[in-house]
């Protein structure tokens, strides 16, 4: 049987499924290693009103979150001390150091019968800490709300604030004295809807999507996670932030209410955990609790620990065949988000054009892309940008860099994105030392030396000597020069510039000019003819406009010795008139 392809649909196939002209198809492998990436990822313990190695060296254990707990017990009913703020600003600077973020909480108690601040105080230490968070704000991943009852978990509140009011408070507080657009978690889902019909959701320019998110310290503990989900309520909020975008970013820990912890728990299973993680728009775990549930989920936590939050690879790319400097160039990018959730936070995007393997950034392409919308599933990226004109190499490489979005650490490649794949020869696209994920390498580059002769290539010879220099564009290496006339051989000197005689007939000059990669050539011709009168036709001294006028008063007459032999003035005789000298008239 025959099968025919409307013509449209064949035009559809052609255009995508073809390279452009002078473009090449580039194909990636996914990479199965479990790496560290800001923002993301299994979670280790960590304090910021205690002093200590808390962040030292845990990046190279593979972890970029840390919890920055800050515990406030001794201040319930006084300002923070001076010393205890001196700690938290030195803890933030050793997590900077470290390269990590934190998920920052403040809690007054860590048993289920302890006291809050009263909100006067709890006002004046968030005034207190304010200007603390704005100027670490770089390296705050996630704040959880906090502040109320035990652990700040917003329940077991011995002072009364656990209630819809109490929690609309320190709500208020919170968006008062946090920076603007920083994710606040809170404990239940619920809670959430209860703060949007009693406290306002977000600030500044943030959507109540970018600002508000939940936190669940008690995963798969039971069908209710501890009190997080109503009776009979689970799968009711799992469909919610499946689709609302204002439940995420989505983190927490695992927890155990039954001894033994898997006895009675049949959501300690993997086919659960996996299951909802995708679903929850899991972004990050505790990696350290609970003991006995991270046992149980020993068999998938790999699994796990590398859909957390964004997990970004390519799946193909169109690239240049070739490059030349000072031409545009047309891109494409297919990749895909393999994680359970997209970036929370804004981040720049750039397309990198580099030099040979450890050279310089050529050019630096902003990309007009919001990786927040990068969710999981399929995304395209495409362009068309100008490269410079003088790239100065060989071959260059083409790379994307995610950079943090904060200037104090967008060059710090621990900050930076890291793509999940492997090129067409096994390696890892992945630059450690940058935080680049070359696209491609080794594409060849069309950048010829160019040479510039002043005052121009078409000259007509005035009263004076004329003076000839040749410039280099997009040299590498010595410039040597070697001016010669190419009709009789003569050589006319050996450097840069040269200075001719008053010349009485026209003459052709040429100019080599010969760096580390290329030789390139460039002719001058200089119109000069055997009446003097053409160098100077009013007689006043000076090369200008008006020796112009004076011949062109002359239209049509004749001449027996005119400048193009043709005995008659006409249009051919103006080109022999020098009106631009290069000592200007008045300086004679």
């Known amino acids: 049987m025959q099968v025919r392809v409307p013509y449209f649909r064949f035009l559809l196939l052609l255009v995508l499924g073809c390279p452009a002209k002078g473009q090449t198809t580039h194909t990636y492998q996914p990479s199965a290693a479990d790496f560290p990436n800001p923002e993301r990822g299994l979670y280790v313990w960590g304090e910021l009103t205690t002093p200590g190695t808390w962040y030292q060296g845990i990046r190279d254990q593979g972890y970029t979150l840390a919890y920055a707990r800050i515990l406030l017990s001794c201040c319930r009913d006084s300002a923070v001390d001076s010393q205890t703020l001196a700690v938290i600003r030195a803890n933030f600077s050793a997590m900077r150091a470290a390269g990590v973020k934190g998920i920052v909480r403040i809690s007054y108690n860590d048993a289920l019968s302890g006291e809050d601040a009263s909100l006067e105080w709890m006002d004046v230490h968030l005034g207190q800490l304010a200007p603390i968070f704005e100027a670490n704000k770089d390296v705050i991943a996630f704040f959880q709300a906090g502040m109320i009852g035990a652990w700040g978990e917003w329940h077991s509140s011995a002072s009364g604030h656990d209630t819809p009011a109490g929690r609309a408070a320190v709500w208020r507080l919170l968006l008062q004295h946090l920076p603007d657009c920083l994710p606040i978690q809170v404990r239940t889902p619920g809670f959430i809807r209860e703060l949007e019909a009693t406290a306002p959701a977000a600030v500044g320019n943030c959507s109540s999507a970018a600002r508000i998110a939940h936190h669940n310290d008690c995963w798969l503990a039971n069908e209710t996670d501890g009190g997080t989900y109503g009776a009979g309520q689970r799968e009711f909020w799992l469909t919610e932030m499946e689709t609302d975008a204002r439940l995420s970013p989505w983190g927490g820990e695992t927890c155990c209410l039954e001894t033994p912890c898997l006895v009675a728990n049949t959501l300690g299973r993997c086919e659960v955990a996996l299951s909802e993680a995708p679903r929850l728009g899991a972004v990050y775990l505790s990696d350290s609790w609970h003991p006995d549930m991270l046992r149980a989920l020993e068999p998938c936590w790999a699994e796990l620990s590398r859909g957390l939050g964004y997990r970004f690879q390519w799946v193909s790319a169109q690239l240049p065949e070739r490059l030349r400097g000072g031409a545009p160039f047309s891109w494409s990018i297919h990749l895909q988000n393999v994680g359970y959730a997209p970036l929370s ?232 008139i020098n009106i631009h000298p290069q000592t200007p008239c008045a300086a004679r």
């Open 345 to 576: 936070k804004a981040r720049p995007v750039y397309l990198l054009l580099l030099g040979e393997d450890g050279g310089d950034v050529l050019a630096r392409y902003p990309l007009e892309a919001d990786v927040r919308t990068w969710t999981p599933g399929d995304h395209h990226l495409s362009g068309r940008f100008v490269a410079p004109a003088c790239l100065g190499v060989d071959q260059a490489r083409l790379a994307l860099w995610l950079p943090d979005a904060a200037a104090s650490i967008a060059e710090r490649p621990e900050y930076a994105v890291r793509f999940a794949n492997r090129n067409t020869s096994n390696a890892d696209v992945w630059e450690a030392a940058t935080g680049y994920n070359r696209l491609a390498e080794g594409i060849p580059v069309d950048d010829t030396l160019g040479v510039r002769v002043t005052p121009g290539a078409h000259l007509a010879q005035g009263r004076d000597p004329l003076v000839l220099t040749a410039a280099a564009t997009c040299s590498s290496g010595a410039l040597s020069f070697a001016w010669v006339n190419p009709e009789t051989g003569v050589p006319a000197g050996h450097s840069a510039g040269i200075t001719l005689p008053v010349l009485t007939e026209t003459t052709r000059y040429r100019v080599t000019v010969t760096d580390a990669r290329f030789t390139r050539e460039r002719d001058v011709r200089v119109l000069a003819t055997a009446n003097p009168l053409f160098r100077d036709v009013n007689g006043d001294g000076c090369n200008d406009v008006a020796d112009l006028w004076a011949l062109a008063a002359t239209w049509g007459d004749g001449m027996a010795d005119d400048a193009d032999g043709n005995r008659r003035v006409d249009v051919r005789d103006l080109l022999f």
